[in-house]
C-alpha cells in the first residue's frame, strides 16, 4: 500500500498562485509514476499533470503552460506549482500515485493509489 499526504489548498483570487504538495510512504517500489487529478462540482474527475521517475510529464491541455509539475525521488514527494488560476480551476485535487506505460506509442499513466483531496478555489 502507498499512502498520500497532500497539502497547500486554499483560496486565492484569479491570476493567483498555489503550490499543492503531496508526499508518498508506504510500498513506493511499487510505484513510478504521479500525478494530479481534479474534480468540479457537477464534472467528471480529470487528469491534471503526472510525472514520471525519470521526470517525464504530462499536462493536460487547460492547464498547459500554467501548471508545472515536479518531483523529489529522494523525499518521495510531488509538487503541482499553479499559476494563473482562473476561476474554472475551482475544484478538488487528488494527488494520485500509479504506473506509466506505453501504449501504441502514447506513454498512459494508471492510478493505483489516491489521496484524500484538497479543495482549490479561485474567485474574487
Known amino acids: 500500500q502507498v499512502q498520500l499526504v497532500e497539502s497547500g489548498g486554499g483560496l486565492v483570487q484569479p491570476g493567483g498562485s498555489l503550490r499543492l504538495s503531496c508526499a508518498a510512504s508506504?510500498?513506493?517500489?511499487?510505484?513510478?509514476?504521479m500525478g494530479w487529478y481534479r474534480q468540479a462540482p457537477g464534472k467528471q474527475r480529470e487528469l491534471v499533470a503526472f510525472?514520471?521517475?525519470?521526470?517525464?510529464?504530462n499536462y493536460d491541455d487547460s492547464v498547459k503552460g500554467r501548471f508545472t509539475i515536479s518531483r523529489d525521488n529522494a523525499k518521495n514527494t510531488v509538487y503541482l506549482q499553479m499559476d494563473s488560476l482562473k476561476p474554472e480551476d475551482t475544484a478538488v485535487y487528488y494527488c494520485?500515485?500509479?504506473?506509466?506505460?506505453?501504449?501504441?506509442?502514447?506513454?498512459?499513466?494508471?492510478?493505483?493509489?489516491w489521496g484524500q483531496g484538497t479543495q482549490v478555489t479561485v474567485s474574487s
Open positions: 508506504g510500498s513506493i517500489f511499487s510505484i513510478d509514476a
Open positions: 494520485t500515485a500509479g504506473k506509466s506505460r506505453y501504449y501504441s506509442g502514447t506513454l498512459r499513466y494508471t492510478v493505483d493509489y
Open positions: 510525472i514520471t521517475i525519470g521526470g517525464y510529464s
